[in-house]
C-alpha cells in the first residue's frame, strides 16, 4: 500500500531531486513544486498527506505560503525546510502552524523519522475526514478504499472498486454498459463490453448474494442500477 502523497516545494532542484527519489524508495508518491505560488496553489488543492516546504522560495516565502495554506488547511502535517541559522523562521514558522521544522542540510534519516512522526500524529485525523459513499447498509470509504456492507467487510478488487464507486456516485440511475465501460475502464479501452457483466457478476457474488436485499439490479437491455 502507499504509505502517503507528499508535496515537495523546493526551488533547489537537486535537493528536491534527492528527496524525491528518497521519499519514492521509501514507498511515498512525490510531486514537486519549485515555487512558493505554485507550491501553495497545489496545497490548497488537498489531497496530501504532508507538504515539505523550503522557506526560501521564489514567488511566495515558504511562511507566506504555510500562513496562506493554514487559512483554510489545518490539518495537511507541514514540515518546514529552513536554513541552519535562522532562528526566527523556525520560531514564525512554529507559531504560524509548521508542525516540524528540519535544518539544511539535513541527514535524510532525521528527516524520514519526522515525516514518519508528524504522518503517525495526523493518522486519527485523516479516518475522520475520509470520504464515505453510503447506498442502504453499504458503506464505502473512497481513501482507504475500504468497503463495508453491514458490519462485514468486503475485499474488492482495484477493478470492482472502481466499478462499485461509480455506480454509488449514480445512484437509482440506470447505467449503460457503455457508460459503465467508459468511465471505469475508459474510453481507450478494446474489448467488448461483456466485460461490464463480469465485473458486475463478480461484485454481485461479494456485495449481493450473501445478503437478503441485493441492491445491484439488471435492468433488462439497458444496463444496471445501484437501487432498492
Ligand atoms: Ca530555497
Redesign the pocket.
Known amino acids: 500500500m502507499e504509505k502517503g502523497h507528499i508535496l515537495i516545494v523546493?526551488?533547489?532542484e537537486k535537493i528536491a531531486r534527492v528527496l524525491q527519489l528518497e521519499l519514492e524508495y521509501e514507498g511515498y508518491s512525490v510531486i514537486i513544486k519549485q515555487d512558493g505560488t505554485e507550491g501553495l496553489n497545489a496545497a490548497a488543492e488537498g489531497g496530501y498527506s504532508l507538504v515539505l516546504l523550503?522557506?526560501?522560495?521564489p514567488g511566495l516565502s515558504g511562511l507566506e505560503v504555510l500562513r496562506r495554506l493554514r487559512k483554510t488547511d489545518q490539518q495537511t502535517p507541514v514540515i518546514l525546510l529552513t536554513a541552519r541559522d535562522s532562528i526566527p523562521d523556525k520560531v514564525t514558522g512554529l507559531d504560524i502552524g509548521a508542525n516540524d521544522y528540519v535544518t539544511k542540510p539535513f541527514e535524510i534519516e532525521e528527516l524520514l523519522a519526522r515525516i514518519r512522526a508528524a504522518l503517525r500524529q495526523n493518522g486519527p485525523k485523516t479516518e475522520d475526514i475520509g470520504t464515505f459513499l453510503t447506498y442502504d447498509d453499504l458503506r464505502v470509504n473512497e481513501k482507504t478504499r475500504e468497503v463495508r456492507r453491514g458490519n462485514k467487510e468486503v475485499e474488492l478488487t482495484p477493478r470492482e472498486f472502481d466499478l462499485l464507486v461509480y455506480m454509488l456516485k449514480h445512484p437509482q440511475q440506470v447505467l449503460t454498459r457503455e457508460q459503465i465501460l467508459n468511465s471505469v475502464w475508459g474510453f481507450d479501452y478494446i474489448g467488448d463490453t461483456n466485460v461490464v457483466d463480469v465485473y458486475i457478476r463478480y461484485i454481485r457474488k461479494k456485495l449481493d448474494y450473501p445478503y437478503k436485499k441485493q441492491l445491484i439490479h439488471t435492468v433488462r437491455g439497458v444496463g444496471y442500477a445501484i437501487k432498492g
Not at 54 to 57: A, T
Open positions: 523546493e526551488d533547489e523550503d522557506v526560501m522560495l
